[in-house]
């Protein structure tokens, strides 16, 4: 498999969670705990927001979190605010030398 | 200010050549992995090439291996991607990336477009 599996859309309204589900394989999101997740507005660079499954970089907010079950990762935004709204992908390595890793085709997310 | 910011994207005809390059600022290059991912009009993002910390390990993705070849000079702290026999297909935004772990790109740049038309 080349690509990871993202819903196109989802949306919520001020204050309620989502979460955007990603999907891959037993060769690549269920192999290894090294599935990152981005957040990128119109015209800006991805920001990073979770890596190795569940981590946060310094000045994430908690609001953002991560899991993992076997071949799926997700991302669950919690208390949605207008500034979510975005785009957001995920990414999974795969240990194989001629694709080093594999990108979702992103999510809209659409704050109501 | 971790800073990553890329240059030489342009168009350029089916067969020619770009050599994109990538300043970086603000944290010890020679320190990371450093990628190229791309990104096609309407398409989804797309790991392109990585460089070890030293520059002597490189991988590929298979579409562009014998084409492009990705060099560092951490004592310019600059990252290249020289594509050479480019194809209708190549064309994207190119942008570096900075690894965190495996997998993992904690910093990006704003893309250069690299445009491959007739």
């Known amino acids: 498999q080349s690509a990871l599996t993202q819903p196109a859309s989802v949306s919520g309204s001020p204050g309620q969670s989502i979460t955007i589900s990603c999907t891959g394989t037993s060769s690549d999101v269920g192999a290894y705990n090294f599935v990152s997740w981005y957040q990128q507005h119109p015209g800006k660079a991805p920001k990073l927001i979770i890596y190795d499954v569940s981590n946060r970089p310094s000045g994430v907010p908690d609001r953002f979190s991560g899991s993992k079950s076997g071949n799926t990762a997700s991302l669950t935004v919690s208390g949605l605010q207008a500034e979510d709204e975005a785009d957001y992908f995920c990414v999974s390595y795969t240990g194989r030398t001629n694709l080093d890793v594999i990108f979702g085709g992103g999510t809209k997310l659409t704050v109501l | 200010e971790v800073q990553l910011v890329e240059s030489g994207g342009g168009l350029v005809q089916p067969g020619g050549s770009l050599r994109l390059s990538c300043a970086a600022s603000?944290?010890?290059?020679?320190?990371?992995?450093m990628n190229w991912v791309r990104q096609a009009p309407g398409k989804r993002l797309e790991w392109v090439a990585n460089?070890?910390?030293?520059?002597?390990?490189?991988k590929y993705v298979d579409s562009v291996r014998g084409r492009f070849t990705i060099s560092r000079d951490n004592a310019e702290n600059s990252l290249y991607l020289e594509m050479n026999s480019l194809r209708v297909e190549d064309t994207a935004v190119y942008y570096c990336a900075k690894a965190k772990t495996a997998g993992t790109f904690d910093y990006w740049g704003q893309g250069t477009l690299a445009t491959v038309s007739s």
């Open positions: 603000g944290f010890t290059f020679s320190d990371y992995w």
């Open positions: 460089v070890n910390e030293d520059g002597s390990v490189k």
